[in-house]
């Protein structure tokens, strides 16, 4: 799946913030170690590809770590049920998890929650109004579930829609944040999910720096929030620089 | 495609683009009286194939299949069950083949493909006609427990060839497949042995280790298939999703390791299978399942 023109692995961990305060004690942080070794501030490798899926209109393939997602984009196309006339188009999502997603197992089955969480996200970027009575469908697969799945997909969706040519005011990225005592984790695993106290997940448009969507879920305190923020949206306009090159690399190669 | 002769006057005119979308079997019949497709591959060849093992980190075996543009993930987890009275011996293998949405225009969510329960059960009858694994070895221990094997193929990218791409991956997830460590305990229970624990000797031989190394299974006879299309005297392998939609006579053969027939099918369709046709169908799979050999070869290799 990897080594194919528009491939490029790439991190996109913000820069550590000062603290306002220091810490009252010394190397608090340090009593935690991340599964995978990585800094509290630092993000997975991204590896991004445009192009996975021929049939589809647009797609693309994500792999941070080990969560591994596929976005295809079909359309614009006819809308399939009988609705009525509207001036602008529709955007229709689903996420869905193969059986072998997660250790655990169990069946794989459509995420409801976030297939609503990803349509959410991206109908506010998405310029409606370039196809009217017609929908675009984005649906999702999660190949492995490795942890940050939503932010996975949201940021794999973008770059599909980018690939299919529908018409956006800015790219989307997304990045979550897990709090752990008194700690904060970027892009956090699923074993660091699971043990959370509280998650926070942003969804941004990185070139017009405005958020489309933000949960915050959990025990948070003030000093927190406004860290995570500052956290999430360094790593997001990285991000955005990192997805931007992918798809430079995918119309160079397109154009050779 | 009411308008034969109307299409032959256009065809001169019109842009190709247009004429392969207005006319397809027109288009098509064009290019085979060149003996040549489309995508300039001759009749009798099968698009490039790729192979990868392992992808999927929490499955116990798992492989990519690529022909052509048609990838298939498949992927295989075991968990220990109880057999049944009938084969007290023997463990068991689950085949499922799932087209999600993402694959092809055609599947929306919430309504499973046709293509999906139909390839499912052709995947199942070959896997366990041609005795590629032995069930027997499947056993931990008799009449208590054996190993289930639970293979799931997703089909990310659908281009044709369905069936042969999903029976290849499902082949490779196979050879790829690492029987985990697994050991019965005080309670005649089995529990399974970690990495950390498999250092720590004491614990397995007290713990009676059934099976004492992650082991590989010993594939017999390994099935490779090829799908042909029938059209008039054409005979066209390995068809792409385009191809198939237009020309529906499709013939798929199964063939296993020293080239016995496996599974024939030919559900339908237009055209009918003379013994010739039938014929040259099973030559062609029989030097397809050379070359997959070779492919599947390549990776042991490595």
């Given at each position: ?9 790439s991190t ?18 340090l ?7 990585r ?15 021929s049939s589809?209109s ?9 969560t ?12 399939k ?33 976030y ?19 017609t ?6 697969l ?21 690939d ?23 892009d956090?695993?699923t ?43 360094d ?16 119309a ?5 | ?5 109307s ?50 980190s ?13 990838t298939?993930?498949?992927?295989i987890?075991?968990?220990v069950?109880t057999?049944s ?6 463990g ?11 694959c092809s225009?055609?599947v ?5 493909a046709?293509?999906?329960p ?6 199942l009858?070959?896997?366990s ?17 054996a190993?289930?094997?639970y ?9 044709g060839?369905l069936?042969?791409?999903?029976l ?25 042995i970690t990495?950390e ?11 009676e280790a ?7 299974l010993?594939?017999?006879n390994i ?19 385009e ?38 169908c ?10 997959l ?10």
């Open positions: 799946m990897a080594s194919k023109p528009g491939a490029a692995t996109y961990s913000p820069k550590i913030v000062a603290r306002t305060r220091p810490p009252i004690f010394k190397d608090s942080d009593d935690w170690t991340r599964p995978d070794g800094g509290f501030h630092q993000c997975r490798p991204a590896l991004l590809q445009t192009g996975a899926v589809a647009g797609s693309a393939y994500a792999e941070f770590g080990n591994k997602v596929i976005v295809s984009v079909f359309g614009p196309r006819e809308s049920k009988a609705m009525v006339y509207s001036d602008v188009g529709r955007l229709n999502c689903n996420v869905s998890y193969t059986t072998f997603a997660s250790p655990s197992a169990g069946q794989g089955t459509d995420h409801k929650e297939s609503s969480m990803l349509h959410k996200a991206l109908e506010g970027v998405i310029m409606t109004e370039t196809f009217p009575k929908t675009v469908d984005v649906f999702a999660v190949l492995e579930s490795g942890g940050s799945d939503l932010p996975v997909v949201i940021s794999c969706a973008s770059l599909a829609l980018v299919a040519g529908i018409m956006m005011y800015d790219l989307i990225t997304a990045v979550s944040v897990s709090c752990i005592g008194k700690s904060l984790m970027i956090p695993v074993e660091e999910e699971g043990c959370e106290d509280g998650s926070f997940t942003m969804t941004c448009m990185p070139s017009r720096y405005e958020i489309t969507q933000l949960t915050i879920t959990g025990e948070w305190t003030t000093p927190n929030i406004n860290e995570a923020m500052q956290l999430c949206l790593a997001c306009s990285k991000l955005g620089e990192i997805m931007r090159d992918c798809l430079k690399q995918a160079s190669a397109s154009d050779e | 495609m009411g308008l034969p002769d299409s032959q006057d256009l065809s001169s005119e019109m842009e190709v683009d247009a004429f392969r979308k207005i006319f397809p079997l027109r288009f098509f019949e064009r290019h085979l009286s060149e003996s040549l497709r489309p995508d300039g591959r001759p009749l009798g060849k099968a698009r490039d194939t790729i192979v990868n093992l392992g992808l999927v929490s499955a116990d075996g798992s492989a990519l299949a690529k022909i052509g543009y048609t298939m993930l498949a992927a987890r075991m968990e069950m057999p009275t009938d084969s007290p011996d023997e068991c293998i689950a085949v499922e083949f799932h087209m999600p949405p993402i225009p055609t929306r969510p919430g309504r499973p046709d293509a999906a139909v390839i499912s059960k052709r995947l009858d070959t896997i006609s041609c005795n590629m694994i032995d069930l027997k070895e499947l056993c931990l221990v008799s009449g208590k427990a190993w289930m094997g293979l799931d193929i997703y089909c990310l990218d659908a281009d060839a069936f042969d791409a999903a290849l991956s499902a082949v490779a997830a196979f050879s790829n497949l690492q029987i985990p460590v697994v050991a019965l305990n005080d309670n005649g229970r089995i529990v399974a990495g624990e498999k250092q720590d000797n004491a614990s397995i031989t007290e713990k059934v099976n004492k190394e992650r082991r590989k010993t594939l017999k099935p490779f298939s090829l799908t042909c299309i029938l059209h008039k005297n054409y005979i066209l392998a390995d068809p792409t999703a191809e198939e939609s237009i020309m529906d006579t499709l013939v798929t053969v199964v063939l296993d390791s020293s080239d016995q027939i496996v599974s024939f099918n030919k559900s339908g369709g237009n055209a009918l299978a003379h013994t010739s046709a039938i014929k040259s099973v030559e062609l799979a029989k030097k397809r399942g050379n070359e050999k070779q492919i599947l070869g390549e990776m042991d290799v490595d």
